[in-house]
């Protein structure tokens, strides 16, 4: 079992659609959450990034996570064709441990 | 700024020949990191580096090697390549660092990528 999951897709919805992207995850120890985009034929880039449970809101994303059930999602509001990328969850157990990535949701906004 | 940057954009390189993947950074990152990234795999770790003179290995190291002579290059060779190399190769840098072993968890920036073919 990889110690995060996530579902690839992909995923379509229209322009203006509230997305949920997801990810599991198996060990407890995690702390810090990251989600990442990335563009075709580009590197990631940092979208979130939050410590334990709670959420965070900037502008139109929303990352929540909920350690109790080892989850975390990030929400895309008002989604734009610009948005159209593979989304990477990653985390963490801090201490200086290595960063676990997530195999990608990608996602396609139709306008 | 320029951030990372990777070279070579993409090559074909017949197996058994070596080639070094080149990254450069500019923001005076202590930590630097090699990734690859292979269809329904993710991203996985190869080589990292806390600071200048200094490397270890990821997860998946084998037939990689890098070094670290100074803050802003980390260089990742393969010695002797071989088809199950072909990947799209990431290099990445990030704020913080421990000097004394282990990894930053601190924000990582990742330059453009290598595709890279292995026949």
């Known amino acids: 079992q990889k110690e995060v999951e996530q579902d690839p897709g992909p995923l379509s919805v229209p322009e203006g659609a509230i997305v949920s992207l997801n990810c599991t995850y198996s060990n407890s120890a995690f702390q810090y959450f990251m989600w990442y985009r990335q563009y075709s034929r580009k590197g990631p880039e940092l979208l979130m990034y939050t410590y334990s449970s709670g959420n965070k809101e900037d502008g139109r994303f929303t990352a929540q996570v909920d350690k109790s059930s080892k989850y975390i999602s990030l929400f895309i509001r008002d989604s734009q064709p610009s948005d159209s990328a593979t989304y990477l969850c990653?985390?963490?157990?801090?201490?200086?441990?290595?960063?676990?990535f997530g195999t990608g949701t990608k996602l396609q906004v139709i306008p | 700024t320029a951030g990372i940057t990777q070279a070579p954009t993409s090559q074909i390189l017949a197996a058994g020949r070596s080639m070094t993947l080149r990254c450069t950074q500019d923001m005076r990152h202590n930590a630097m990191y090699w990734y690859r990234q292979d269809l329904g795999l993710g991203l996985r770790l190869i080589h990292y580096?806390?600071?200048?003179?200094?490397?270890g290995k990821g997860e998946v190291p084998d037939g990689y090697s890098v070094s670290r002579a100074n803050t802003d290059d980390f260089p990742l060779t393969l010695a002797s390549a071989v088809p199950s190399q072909t990947s799209v190769y990431f290099c990445?840098?990030?704020?913080?660092?421990?000097?004394?072993?282990?990894?930053?968890?601190?924000?990582?920036?990742f330059g453009p990528g290598t595709r890279l073919t292995v026949l």
């Open positions: 990653a985390m963490s157990k801090g201490g200086y441990q290595k960063v676990t």
């Open positions: 990445a840098s990030s704020d913080s660092g421990s000097t004394s072993g282990g990894l930053s968890t601190d924000t990582q920036y």
């Open positions: 580096s806390n600071t200048a003179g200094t490397t």
